[in-house]
């Protein structure tokens, strides 16, 4: 891939807890909808789930009932809370078994409770009322964020090869509900930078200084570097970082370690820490990279409440648009910035990331728009860019808004075949230059969703006319002015 080693990025392998299973209790028909989206959004990020919708994914057979589920195979139950859940026995049952459960193992953390809808907090059942709930009601992605983060405070481990099955999963439970699926295999584009390549080695820092003062130093750094008491973990050397950073406190090399063993938890070269620990390191690592990696190509940072996108602010590209060639061969166009006449703001593309390390290695690309006064500057309140958000993009559904990645990876590749971002030194990582496919056994022919050519012929013009810079790259585009098309 390139002339430097590459670490083995098939898989860490952490000793195999006996209990790895995401159980998702829920009101069956009421909440159907819901476990079935969560369901196959956990499996997407590779953890293996069981519920009545989706069934078990990861190898395991259907066990002879929900009890075996939780009390032998669940390493944490997500308790689904509405309206409707609570009045039902089957759910009541689960959660008293869940309790029974956690009582047995010693785990308070057993169980997870999820508010889905308006369901009083005062009118959760008894046995839970006093665990902290996730709200998932009016915003099912936030809530879905602080479920990923709590199943991470767990250290729920995730199974290889769980987010090809979540698609095939989905289209099963689809399947259930109408018959507008072909028995044939469907490639289905994902929202993954698979990583291809890492140095094989790490290195560890010495720095003359408190742990406190060592991590206020760092995280001045342009170089991506994590504290770790008096030491640096990053995979630039300590002459590499004196060049560049010329630090007001002593640095020196202490040790070199090898990148898979220390993500392992085995020994590596240097000081041991446990698997899970040294994996979250290496996420903040690949994330502080890639954020300097985007600010480096010009792009803008925007806070959200569970995390930081990254936008292109307008007139970075040229006429805001970039050309890519779709998965299917057809050479497309799509607009990454624009304007809104209609509310007097401008809006960019914006994509924030988690990187996934260990068992599976990429990036996850979460999608984002951001709105601004003069296509660089945000608007400065909060409720009124989530208030944007949800009246501009309304009728952006997944094909849209896959363009959009296909464009901003397009962008980012610049022409080449894998996306190079700076880890320090001369190290770098490189990632896909375009978004991973996976492969589902079924397709779905019609799943009643609408496309943009049937919305509503009131759709604002912003979005409608979206449709004039997104083809084959023929045609009056280099005529549209920057108002008319979003």
Known sequence: MSDIDTVNLI????????????????????????????????????????????????????????????????????????????????????????????????????????????????????????????????????????????????????????????????????????????????????????????????????????????????????????????????????????????PEIAAEPAYDIDLQKFLKGEPSGGPQLRGVDARRMMVNLLRQAWEHFLLSKGMRSYEFAHGTAFYIPRGLIDKDTVAFIDRNGKTRRKRLSGRSIKRNVYWSFAISIHPVVGRQWHFELKPQVVFTTDGVTPIDSKVKMARLRKSFCKNWWNDQWRALLNGFVTFLADGEDAIAVPLGGCAQLKLAASLALFEAPTTIIGDGVASLEDADSDVDSETGADLLDDGEDVGPFDDLEDEDAA
Do not use: M
């Open 11 to 246: 898989s860490a392998e952490p000793e195999q807890p006996l209990r790895h299973t995401v159980f998702i209790s829920h009101a069956n028909p009421e909440d159907n909808e819901f476990a079935a989206w969560l369901g196959t959004r956990l499996i997407g990020a590779g953890y293996q789930v069981w519920s009545d919708l989706l069934r078990l994914v990861g190898g395991e057979p259907f066990w002879r009932d929900i009890g075996d589920a939780i009390k032998d195979h669940a390493a944490v139950v997500v308790l689904v809370l509405s309206r409707a859940s609570v009045t039902k026995p089957g759910v009541l049952d689960e959660i008293a078994l869940a309790v029974a459960t956690s009582r047995k193992l010693q785990n308070q953390r057993f169980i997870i409770p999820v508010r889905l809808d308006d369901l009083p907090f005062d009118e959760f059942p008894e046995q839970v009322i006093r665990l902290n709930a996730i709200n998932f009601n009016g915003n099912w992605a936030d809530g879905l964020h602080r479920l990923f983060e709590a199943l991470d405070e767990r250290a729920i481990e995730k199974s290889e090869g769980a987010s090809s099955q979540g698609i095939a999963e989905f289209r099963n439970f689809r399947l259930r509900q109408s018959a507008a699926i072909a028995d044939q295999p469907e490639q289905v584009e994902g929202n993954w930078l698979k990583i291809l390549a890492l140095p094989a080695q790490a290195h560890l820092c010495r720095f003359g200084a408190e742990p406190k003062t060592v991590a206020k130093h760092l995280g001045r750094f342009r170089i991506p570097i994590v504290p770790w008491d008096r030491l640096g973990f990053g995979f630039a050397r300590a002459a590499e970082i004196i060049e560049v950073e010329t």
